[in-house]
């Protein structure tokens, strides 16, 4: 598995990033992708913070795709774990982290602006009045560490903003568990894919966005990392989405190819690596 990652190396590869201190960044990530990192989530968490500084923030989804498969969902924000990878946990976890209120598509902020980040999370998950708007609002930036960008989710704020026709309104009955462990309703709505959806292809948009500049790329250990703003993808998003609302739909069986790396054909938990074989698995 080659040398392992300390919190140190992280951190420095994190700053030849360009990863900016103070700044507000959402990250998708892959912590495998990295290789063996020494102290875990952990440190991974730690080497963040300690670039960010204490004006900075650190913000990572925490959703519960489980809640989709039951009849009667109840969100619970402080004991119901992210389902998306060890380093949203270790941030969710971590004393002052705030979470925001949706069934599916929760958020978890850590540091300076997490309050605003989690405050407010309405019905649907990227309306004007929850944390994927504030990302923008607050002139965010966006790292993908280990993943392509059809991990992306701030791409599905765009879908919702220019109705894209293979997508539909359904209301979900939940409920949400206070911390005396009353619950109360939880008003919900998604926009998921119409029936004969084929998916995404938000690496088309991502490729669109290094080809104007917008993308700083490099590496942490064996993950490719890509950091951009998310101002600079809304714009470019949405100016694609209203030339050709089918735009980002993918086109034929395989992703547009990205360089520098390789992304892993493990369907729906891709990664972008350097070398596959150095992805770190547990013994």
């Known amino acids: 598995m080659g040398n392992p990652q300390t919190q140190e190396r992280i951190g420095e590869a ?84 705030q979470r925001s209120c949706h069934l599916l598509h929760s958020v978890a902020a850590l540091g300076a602006h997490a309050e605003k980040i989690a405050a407010r999370h309405g019905p649907s998950a990227w309306a004007e009045d929850g944390p994927f708007w504030k990302l923008r609002e607050l002139d965010a930036c966006i790292l ?20 894209v026709p293979y997508r539909q309104w359904r209301e979900v009955e939940a409920q949400i568990r206070e911390p005396d462990g009353s619950q109360r309703p939880l008003p919900t709505l998604t926009f998921g894919p119409k029936p004969g959806f084929v998916g995404n292809d938000f690496n088309r948009l991502g490729m669109m966005l290094e080809e104007r500049g917008h993308v700083m790329a490099g590496s942490v250990g064996n993950a490719v990392v890509r950091l951009f703003r998310a101002r600079d993808a809304f714009e470019v998003g949405m100016e694609q989405y209203r030339v050709d609302p089918d735009l980002f739909l993918m086109k034929g069986r395989e992703y547009a190819r990205l360089g520098n790396g390789v992304l892993t054909d493990d369907l729906h938990n891709e990664k972008w690596v350097l070398d596959p074989a150095k992805t770190y698995r547990r013994q």
């Open 14 to 97: 994190l700053r030849v990033l360009g990863l900016p201190r103070g700044a507000l960044v959402f990250v998708h990530s892959s912590m495998s992708s990295i290789g063996y990192v020494e102290g875990g989530a952990e440190a991974l968490v730690d080497a963040f913070l300690q670039v960010l500084g204490p004006a900075g923030t650190l913000a990572v989804p925490t959703f519960t795709f489980s809640h989709s498969r039951s009849a009667a969902p109840v969100f619970d924000p402080a004991l119901d774990p992210s389902e998306m990878g060890r380093l949203t946990e270790e941030t969710r976890t971590r004393p002052g982290a």
């Open 144 to 163: 993908l560490l280990g993943v392509p960008y059809l991990r992306c989710t701030f791409f599905h704020l765009l879908e919702q903003q220019v109705q």
